[in-house]
T-cell receptor
Framework: AQSVAQPEDQVNVAEGNPLTVKCTYS??????LFWYVQYPNRGLQFLLK??????LVKGSYGFEAEFNKSQTSFHLKKPSALVSDSALYFC?????????????FGTGTQLKVEL | DGGITQSPKYLFRKEGQNVTLSCEQN?????MYWYRQDPGQGLRLIYY???????QKGDIAEGYSVSREKKESFPLTVTSAQKNPTAFYLC?????????????FGPGTRLTVT
């Protein structure tokens, strides 16, 4: 069965510093990988996705993620964090074939950016 | 939150009552999904529909029911058989074809059952 793991429940970073939110996945085929962000009492907003091609994917609001097949990871990064980046971040995976359109989500990582 | 609306934003019900959550999309998407979100557990799939008049159970379908009579609508009924219905419910959709496999989410409905 496919799964994703977000090993950190919370990440704290100072504004202006780089941030990383970790995600590892487990699938038997080639994955589609996604990052979403959720602000309090709101729906999820799509940030970026990896389907194929370049391992470094750029997305919304200055975020990027690096796909690493050997480490089965898809960590979310941003060179300089903003207080407004504070939110709950979810990694998700979809099988490239045979999985329909279902996504499996991680448990989420709360990002707190402090002044 | 794109072109997906969920109503109401907050819903309160007494235990033993069925309640229906609304989800409407104007994105012309074929596929629609219902998730439940609980603190520390991420999102769990309740039901999904890839085409009108067809739907499948997700990972936690017990105590829930859905219908898909129109492409734009996918209502979720939380029945009295659902043991722990208090949660944040999210509806999502995607095109179901091509390379746009990301799902687009509505703003959610917070259901409280007492």
């Amino acid at each position: 069965a496919q799964s994703v793991a977000q090993p950190e429940d919370q990440v704290n970073v100072a504004e202006g510093n780089p941030l990383t939110v970790k995600c590892t996945y487990s699938v038997s085929g080639n994955p589609y990988l996604f990052w979403y962000v959720q602000y309090p009492n709101r729906g999820l907003q799509f940030l970026l996705k990896y389907i194929t091609g370049d391992n470094l994917v750029k997305g919304s609001y200055g975020f990027e993620a690096e796909f690493n097949k050997s480490q089965t990871s898809f960590h979310l990064k941003k060179p300089s964090a903003l207080v407004s980046d504070s939110a709950l971040y979810f990694c998700a995976v979809r099988l490239l074939t045979g999985g329909g359109n279902k996504l499996t989500f991680g448990t989420g990582t709360q990002l707190k950016v402090e002044l | 939150d794109g072109g997906i609306t969920q109503s109401p934003k907050y819903l309160f019900r007494k235990e033993g009552q069925n309640v229906t959550l609304s989800c409407e999309q104007n994105l012309n998407h074929d596929a629609m999904y219902w998730y439940r979100q609980d603190p520390g557990q991420g999102l769990r799939l309740i039901y999904y529909s890839q085409i009108v008049n067809d739907f499948q159970k997700g990972d936690i379908a017990e105590g829930y029911s859905v219908s898909r009579e129109k492409k734009e609508s996918f209502p979720l009924t939380v029945t009295s058989a659902q043991k722990n219905p208090t949660a944040f419910y999210l509806c999502a959709s995607n095109s179901g074809t091509g390379s746009s496999y990301e799902q687009y989410f509505g703003p959610g409905t917070r259901l409280t059952v007492t």
